[in-house]
């Protein structure tokens, strides 16, 4: 159903600022160039941004889509043609790499800005997904359970398929009587890319590889930050004081020269765990065929996978690429 007024929307942040170095290499033999792998089209007819912003706004509108690329990205004219249908203010250009953490909160401070009780879904840009619509059915369900306990951080959890030391890790408590609202589970911690005997122990511990799609109220994410990282909350609420003025620019630009580089998940989402475990819980997603393109191994081992000419599988996925 429609949400009725500003202080009801759900808003979507798309993270597509990263360097993706690890695939630089590989990008420049594929293509000839170089161009950060969230723009590029690997297979179908989008690249992976693209890919992103589809599945997005199943959910939300793009005028509350808001999306952080770095400065450096808009010499690439591909990536300026990919971003052209965004409406202009909604594309937020970060001066500096600073990690996760920060390329969340930026976009985020400007978000919070034009819709401060909003929800509010990140959406990383570099996900390979087959079933969109059973994956944003996910989605969907994290945000009614934030509306309805505006305290809660939800993320959605991907069941793995093997113990790949690779990915961050979610591992829930484990309950015997489950009553959670549509099937959030609490949890017990995070573990960012663990050795190889380490992932297989939350393998077989019931483990979910962290996605990083998540969702919370933007004042319920700036209210934890707060207390367990300060220096950084206080930090972003100068960039939020000046948005929409002459000074925004060169606020950016100096709170990010002076600020240290965050990761979101060990420097937030584990001190969460730890001091405000109850505000966190995660969804686990089944029946979804997930990846996220962080190496050159993945993409091929899926290109091979889903190559038409060899399995009737591979061709009803290629297809599903083409749809549009």
């Keep these: 159903m429609m949400q009725k007024s500003r202080s009801q929307v759900r808003c979507g942040i798309v993270l597509a600022a990263g360097e993706g170095k690890r695939l630089q290499a590989y990008i420049q033999r594929l293509r000839g160039k ?137 591992l829930p408590i484990v309950e015997t009587n489950v009553s959670a609202r549509w099937g959030v589970r609490k949890v017990s911690r995070f573990v960012e890319k663990p050795e190889l005997h380490a992932a297989r122990e939350l393998f077989y511990k019931g483990g979910l590889w962290n996605t990083m799609v998540m969702v919370f109220k933007a004042g319920t994410l700036l209210e934890l930050t707060r207390k367990v990282a300060p220096i950084l909350h206080r930090s972003f609420q100068r960039i939020r004081n000046a948005v929409g003025t002459p000074a925004e620019t060169e606020v950016t630009e100096k709170v990010y020269r002076n600020m240290e580089p965050v990761n979101f998940s060990k420097g937030l989402l584990e001190a969460f765990s730890v001091q405000y475990a109850s505000c966190l819980g995660v969804l686990p997603v089944r029946g979804v065929f997930w990846s996220d393109w962080g190496s050159e191994q993945r993409i091929k081992n899926i290109l091979r996978m889903m190559n038409p000419m060899t399995s009737s599988s591979g061709r009803q996925m290629v297809r599903s690429l083409f749809d549009p």
């Design 34 to 170: 170089d161009l950060p792998k969230q723009f590029v089209n690997f297979i179908g007819t989008r690249s992976m941004l693209e890919h992103t912003f589809h599945r997005a706004e199943r959910l939300i509108p793009s005028d509350r889509l808001f999306t952080v690329v770095d400065r450096d990205h808009l010499k690439h004219p591909e990536v300026g043609r990919q971003l052209s249908g965004c409406p202009r203010e909604n594309v937020i250009l970060q001066p500096q790499n600073k990690e996760t953490g920060p390329g969340i909160f930026l976009p985020l401070m400007h978000l919070h800005k034009h819709y401060p009780e909003s929800v509010v879904v990140v959406f990383p840009s570099d996900h390979f997904i087959l079933e969109e619509d059973l994956f944003m059915d996910h989605v969907d369900r994290a945000c009614r359970t934030v509306e309805r306990e505006p305290s809660r951080l939800i993320l959605l959890g991907m069941e793995p398929s093997d113990p790949e030391p690779e990915y961050g890790y979610i």
